[in-house]
């Protein structure tokens, strides 16, 4: 789970940096979704922080859960690509 989040933590910073400048070439639209996408990723990470390294050893279901909530967040990242190509 520790390395998902990472990944993500990695994406999110990437995105973060070619978003802004695209915003400046007028892909406004991604800086919204980026904004959305943002403010659920700091929930996620809100949500990992804590529970991240026991999430690993136990709670096989609290993995899951993170899981899916992780590949949300990077669907969204994928989104937020296409639309700023």
């Known amino acids: 789970m520790q390395t998902i989040f990472k990944k993500l933590k990695q994406d999110m910073a990437q995105l973060k940096d070619e978003i ?5 070439l007028g892909k406004a639209e991604a800086g919204d979704e980026f904004e959305k996408l943002e403010k659920k990723f700091d929930k ?7 529970f991240a390294d026991e999430a690993e050893k136990t709670a096989e279901n609290t ?8 590949e949300e967040v990077m669907a969204g990242i994928n989104r937020i690509r296409k639309l700023i190509k």
Do not use: I, S, Y
């Open 44 to 50: 996620l990470a809100a949500k990992v922080k804590p």
């Open 63 to 70: 993995g899951a859960a993170l899981k899916v909530a992780a």
């Open 20 to 24: 802004k400048l695209k915003a400046h």
